[in-house]
């Protein structure tokens, strides 16, 4: 009689388990990377390019923009013109008043303090602007608001105390309440009062029919110049083209403008008008075809923006934060997009009439705006903040 087979005393085989510690830390790895690029980084940046800017001396390192604004605010609250003469010598040192007569008025308070105090208080608006751009774009992933931060010409425009964030903010807004008549017509008017580079936005309304929006912005627009030039009594109204116009004979070359890049080859002044004319008529023209077709609203917002640029005879390295608006509102959350602003770094001086930089930053920008309209379907989708977490609300997609 045989022997019953004694059972098996072996282990069952056991699957390999995955290298769960390796994971583990690669994604400990992961998120402490973004947190030293992303937070540690843009506050110890932001840190350091405002203590290097007070120690050059407030006034000349810190708020040296916006020390225009506040001398022409004390100038009208004595009763004075807040314009100098249309001269030359009164324009080389680029610290003198040249806007619309709004952005004075309104910033007269604040010229009422010492301007280091002004000028800090100027500092913290501009930061809280530059968050606040994103915010009201729908964007959560901090990660954006890191890389926004990194991006150049946004803390020089807050070392200078320049308007360019709350231009940003501005254009932001005109965005999320496209919808809404008066507040984009009201938004839209006072962009142009403060700075008239950004008048293109008026055809950006008419490109997507919006005609009633663009009308009132018009009037509300001549409202917000026309008021306040009387209450200082129409000082400098008179001699204001002619301001302008040596303004960007002086100081012109040294931008980033089109009409720069035309000086910067060797083109006269005329040729170089006509190029930065050329190019903006196309993108107007553009925007007019876009904003009929697919995803037209957004398109058209682009190609006005990109005119905006195109135009404006003096483009300096802080004008770039506005390019932040049109890469928040198709991108949410980080993608290599919100890194390439970090190349404007190279334009927070001035260009001296070097064609390859002033060439090197049009092109770049130029890149940004098309990356914004020209995107994959799921490109919103990529690089989320929190695992799950689904694309941006409605708010922020065209419409």
Known sequence: MSASPRPSTAAPAVSPRPPVAAATLAAAARRVGSLLVFAV??????????????????????????GAVWRAGRRILDGASPYPAPVPEHLIAEDQY??????????????????????????????????????????????????????????????LGAM????????????????????????????????????????WLLATRRYAAAALAALGGL?????????????????YPELLRVLTEVLQWKGYSVAALGLSLGLGAGAAKALSYALGAALLAGALVLGRGRD???????????????????????????????????????????????????????SFGDPLEIGSM????????????????????????????????AANRAR
């Open 41 to 66: 980084g843009p506050v110890a940046l932001t840190v350091a390019v405002l203590q290097k800017a007070t120690s050059l001396g407030v006034g000349f390192g810190l708020g040296f923009d916006y």
């Open 98 to 159: 040249v806007y619309p007569p709004i952005t004075a008025i309104v910033g007269s308070p604040l010229s009422l303090l010492p301007f280091d105090v002004a000028a800090a208080a100027v500092s913290l608006l501009l930061i809280g602007a530059v968050a606040l751009t994103l915010w009201v774009l729908g964007v959560r992933d901090w990660r954006c608001y890191g890389a926004a931060f990194l991006a150049g010409g946004v803390l020089h425009g807050i070392r």
């Open 164 to 203: 360019s964030a709350l231009l940003a903010l501005g254009v932001a807004l005109a965005w999320r309440y496209r919808h809404r008549t008066r507040v984009v017509a009201l938004t839209v008017a006072l962009l142009v009062a403060a700075k008239l580079f950004l008048w293109p936005l008026g055809v």
């Open 223 to 239: 409202v917000a110049v026309v008021v306040p030039w009387a209450l200082i009594g129409f000082d400098g109204l008179r001699d």
């Open 296 to 350: 037209g609203d957004f398109r058209a917002f682009v190609a006005t923006v990109g005119a905006a640029f195109a135009l404006t005879p003096m483009l300096w390295g802080h004008y770039f934060v506005v390019l932040l608006v049109p890469i928040a509102i198709r991108r949410p959350r980080l993608t290599p997009l919100w890194v390439l602003p970090m190349v404007f770094w190279l334009a927070i001086l001035q």
């Open 362 to 393: 049009l092109a770049a920008a130029a890149v940004v705006l098309a990356g914004a309209v020209f995107r994959p379907e799921t490109a919103a989708s990529t690089c989320a903040g929190r695992r799950g977490h689904h694309p941006a609300p």
